[in-house]
């Protein structure tokens, strides 16, 4: 994906999880250049939390310059990133976005694989709370 292009970083306590929704997000926005969408799941010894370093690596792999909308699953993920921004270690185009976390991570790649930008972005993966299933 060219320079310009809102990234994607999915946080999770489970690192089988991150990476198996970003593989799906990205999956099902293919059809054309995919957004940069990296997954930041679980601890650096492979086991079920969260880790500050993890989620600062995923969010310098896909930005780009135009931002990086960071998805979370659960409490300690959300208030890790929260951290993060608050200590201003993440880029200031860094946003936590409050969204689903499957369905949010689906449009917030298709919306920013078609160049949308990062508030496009955060409001695609939002509205994601508005899908029904009925």
Do not use: N, Q
């Not at 930005?63 to 300690?76: F, I, M, Q």
């Not at 860094?94 to 920013?112: H, N, Q, T």
């Not at 694989?113 to 029904?132: F, I």
């Amino acid at each position: 994906m060219t320079a310009g292009t809102v990234g994607i970083v999915l946080v999770s306590h489970s690192a089988r999880v991150a990476e198996s929704v970003a593989e799906l997000a990205a999956g099902l926005a293919a059809g054309g250049p995919v957004a940069p969408v990296a997954a930041a799941g679980g601890t650096a010894d492979g086991g079920l939390g969260t880790s500050a370093e993890r989620i600062a690596a995923a969010v310098r792999e896909v930005d780009r310059g135009a931002g990086v909308a960071l998805l979370a699953d659960l409490g300690s993920a959300v208030l890790t990133v929260k951290a993060l921004l608050a200590d201003e270690e993440l880029p200031p185009g860094a946003r936590l976005v409050d969204a689903p976390f499957v369905e949010g991570a689906v449009a917030a790649v298709v919306a920013a694989s078609a160049g949308a930008p990062l508030d496009a972005v955060a409001l695609a993966a939002s509205d994601a709370y508005t899908y029904r299933k009925t």
